[in-house]
């Protein structure tokens, strides 16, 4: 088993580039990558539209991206396993040169390209022939096997349509069709996936990958250490803050393993934790960083795009689910420490509850407080000083900076990881949060940009990153020149120009491989939009699923799981959203489930990024076994037994939309959030074996039970009470007028698909403003008739809500549901937690039970 096992080393070159060249070679791949990340700042920031040079379309830099990704891709990385590692064969140099024009090619002939749409040359195919096959070429270097087979299948399916079997079949696409599609118009390769990787994802790469030159990465690891090591399981806990604080700016759930896990996995395994647990804590913990906002391992940008909504609200909604799962975790690492009987490192002597929750509160109100204080004194700065506001604000942000340097400056520095060593002793607390202070300043200008200046992410990571390059060069000299002891010589510019410049590079390194399975993600969702190949998905899990809904919500997951096997996040979101969300909305609707976009979308995308837990391919599984030197498999197995509590948010999230803050105010959004966090941790009790001592089996069950009511109770209230009647549909407008505005009926509708065939689906008709049926139902955009005894729709107007619905003339009302007066739904939690109350007494009785004997029994043991 041993000859498996990859080393930590290796894994890190994957990520960024497996090849390190010596001499010239060296110097020309990490010149392309500063000339990279140089070009990403340069068309993220105003400057092309103030000196009016250097200005491009999307299409454009698109192109440029892309070149400047294949032309690393085949520098940094080799073909095969044996193929050299320190120098670049000639081979490779041409191809690079090659795969790099064809990319170009936009780029130089966009104008003559633009003059003649569709019209393909000669030179035209060629260029898209020898572009493709280069590109999956490149996939299959940067990221394995799996992508580029994917792309493959779906170019070969493309061609191939009409010899496939009649489930499968479609009239085909020529190789002139094919190539204009995927490589000279911008649905295929240069697509929008490509393009969000262009605008948005290389800045936020380079963004983590300039905060961790500059030591953050070390200052969250150290800071989570001195925070938690204290308590049971310490390191694992520390092991999970950490990986959610770096997870959050990381795209890739592999580097995230790989950075924090050499770390804290071995100090997991110091206290107690078997090789495959402490793989399996922090393999859960890293993958649950692809989920935590701002970033999300890219696919919030993506969302942005694919969903139609602002950035913000992606955030909004994806927040609860991801904040939940981590407090989840955090739960079951301590109950494991339970279990192992685990003791703290070190003599630290944990704080009373008292003390420990009066310092909790002050450090919230702390924060809130900074928050406050940048939100409304920014808020009266800007307006007070006018034109002269960004000029202000970088003065006070220089000011911040210099104080906390002088903090810091006052502090020992921290010092570097050494997995080698044995953590004896565990950090102080304060001494670690003083001298890192200054790392929080690019956060906080990022995410007011985001948040309060509305600004686009990738203006807002330039602004980030424009700060966090400020401190990289400045940092060094200024903490060696204010640390008046002299105890410790930080650097000075030359040192900080040299982190600058390594962290570029890095920058770009760390994209190759996302550039690459964007791009190559984007062939799938141009077969996909060329074929209809959506459609033959949905019959295929409506066939498998045989009409029930959790059964097609299943079938969607494990698709979801297997098409995300080996996939970046990036490249996995694009995959399952293009191929399973239009699944879920089609049958859905068939169905009777209507649930926002971004609830669908969450759905697949939680799905996609689970494969890189769970076994056999697992790719953070490995990793993490890679680093415990544990078996693989078991560490995949337990790693998914860990993300249970993630498998199941989002079965959850799409029959109870409240846990995205769906139309939900502040305070029903704070309520939510408490009772879903601790139904989360009630499901993870259950499933751990553990509450206050150790379970019995129906103890798990019922615990299963209370978390279920606390997340679902409308599922209960439904049996109890249906929340809607049937309406005849020829009485639809009496009901319309009847019924509360802002409500909702639910109109069953048959009609034909865009082939053709019958069809049915379920419409949530908004009831709009009006003292009518009648005025509602013209708000709407809606006539109706009565023929044979039908209700047939009349007339739907252009851009109503009516037709924004897909509601469409001659479609027949076969149902109305009109909503009914009934108790909240939220009555519910009350069994649910009596029938909780009755779990702790029957188990708060059997602890004593339990520590009575084991008292009695040390005295006997003693006399002995």
Request: charged share 15%.
């Amino acid at each position: 088993m041993t000859e498996k096992h990859i080393s930590a080393e290796e894994l890190i070159a994957q990520d960024s580039g497996a090849r390190s060249p010596d001499g010239i070679m060296a110097q020309v791949i990490a010149g392309l990558a500063l000339l990279w990340s140089l070009f990403q700042l340069w068309i993220a920031s105003p400057l092309p539209f103030i000196f009016r040079i250097g200005v491009f379309n999307d299409t454009e830099t698109r192109s440029i991206h892309l070149t400047f990704a294949l032309l690393l891709a085949f520098l940094a990385y080799p073909a095969f396993k044996r193929s050299p590692r320190n120098y670049v064969p000639l081979l490779d140099i041409a191809l690079s040169l090659v795969a790099a024009a064809s990319a170009a090619y936009l780029f130089i002939f966009y104008q003559d390209l633009a003059m003649r749409p569709g019209s393909l040359t000669t030179f035209d195919l060629v260029t898209a022939c020898v572009g493709i096959p280069m590109l999956l070429e490149a996939t299959r270097r940067t990221l394995g096997p799996p992508l580029a087979i994917i792309a493959l299948l779906f170019l070969t399916y493309s061609v191939a349509g009409p010899y496939m079997p009649e489930m499968l079949a479609h009239r085909g696409v020529s190789w002139t069709a094919l190539a204009n599609h995927q490589w000279i118009t911008t649905e295929g390769v240069f697509g929008i996936a490509l393009g969000v990787s262009t605008s948005f994802v290389f800045l936020f790469v380079l963004f983590g990958a300039l905060l961790e030159r500059a030591g953050a990465g070390n200052y969250f690891i150290q800071l989570a250490f001195s925070l938690l090591g204290h308590m049971r399981g310490g390191p694992a806990k520390a092991a999970v803050v950490a990986s959610g604080l770096t997870g959050m700016i990381s795209g890739s759930s592999i580097a995230n393993v790989v950075t924090t896990g050499t770390f804290t996995i071995p100090m997991m395994k110091r206290v107690g934790f078997s090789s495959e647990k402490a793989g399996a804590v922090e393999v859960a913990s890293s993958v649950n960083g692809q989920i935590m906002p701002p970033v999300m391992g890219a696919a919030a940008f993506l969302m942005v795009e694919y969903v139609g909504i602002p950035y913000v609200e992606i955030i909004k909604h994806a927040f609860l689910p991801a904040a939940i799962s981590y407090i989840a975790l955090l739960y079951i690492v301590h109950l494991e420490a339970l279990k192992l009987g685990m003791q703290p490192i070190g003599n630290h002597q944990p704080k009373p509850w008292l003390r420990r929750l009066v310092g909790f509160a002050f450090g919230i109100t702390f924060i809130s407080g900074i928050s406050l204080l940048v939100y409304y004194g920014l808020g009266w700065l800007k307006p007070a000083l006018g034109d002269y506001a960004l000029l202000g604000v970088g003065i006070l942000l220089a000011v911040a900076y210099l104080g906390l340097l002088k903090i810091a400056a006052s502090n020992p520095p921290l010092p570097l990881e050494n997995t080698d060593k044995p953590l004896e002793e565990l950090p102080d607390t304060r001494t670690v949060l003083l001298s890192g202070l200054h790392f929080v300043l690019p956060v906080i200008v990022l995410v007011w940009c985001l948040m309060i200046e509305r600004l686009s992410p990738g203006l807002s990571a330039f602004w980030g990153s424009v700060m966090l390059i400020f401190i990289l060069l400045t940092q060094r000299p200024i903490l060696t020149w204010m640390r008046t002891d002299e105890s410790y010589d930080h650097g000075g510019w030359l040192d900080g120009a040299i982190d600058l410049r390594e962290g570029m590079i890095t920058g770009a390194r760390n994209m190759i491989g996302i550039g690459i399975a964007t791009a190559a993600a984007g062939v799938i969702v141009g077969a996909v939009s060329q074929t209809g190949v959506g459609l033959v998905l949905a019959d295929l899990v409506d066939l498998l699923s045989m009409g029930n809904l959790l059964l097609m919500l299943i079938f969607t997951a494990i698709f979801s799981l297997i098409l995300g096997m080996g996939l970046p996040t990036t490249a996995n979101y694009i995959v399952v959203s293009s191929l399973l969300a239009p699944v879920i909305i089609s049958l859905g609707q068939q169905n009777g489930l209507i649930v926002p976009l971004i609830a669908v979308h969450l759905f697949v995308f939680y799905f996609g990024i689970m494969a890189d837990v769970t076994p056999p391919v697992g790719l953070a599984s490995f990793a993490a076994a890679a680093v415990s030197k544990g078996n693989p498999i078991k560490t995949g197995a337990q790693a998914f037994y860990y993300s249970l509590r993630t498998a199941l948010l989002p079965f959850l999230f799409i029959f109870n939309t409240d846990l995205l803050l769906i139309n939900i105010n502040f305070m029903h959004g704070v309520l939510i959030f408490i009772v879903a966090t601790i139904a989360m941790l009630i499901f993870a009790a259950g499933t751990q074996g553990w509450f206050i001592t150790r379970s019995r089996w129906y103890e798990n069950l019922l615990l299963l039970l209370v978390a279920f009511t606390l997340f679902r109770p409308g599922f209960w209230m439904d049996i109890i009470h249906d929340p809607y009647q049937n309406i005849p549909p020829n009485q639809m407008v009496q009901a319309l007028g009847q019924v509360e505005e802002g409500s909702q009926l639910r109109l069953r509708i048959q009609g034909e698909d865009e082939v053709g065939e019958p069809r049915e689906f379920v419409v949530l008709l908004p009831v709009p403003h009006g003292a009518s049926g009648e005025e509602r139902l013209d708000a709407l955009g809606l006539m109706l008739i009565e023929e044979d005894g039908k209700t047939l729709i009349d007339n739907v107007a252009f851009s109503s809500q009516a037709a924004d619905l897909g509601l469409e003339f001659d479609q027949e009302i076969v149902l109305v549901r009109a909503p009914t007066d009934r108790m909240p739904k939220e009555l519910m939690w009350i069994p649910g937690l009596l029938l909780l109350l009755i779990i702790i007494i029957l188990q708060s009785r059997r602890k004593r039970m339990i520590d009575t004997q084991h008292h009695t029994a040390k005295p006997v043991a003693n006399s002995l």
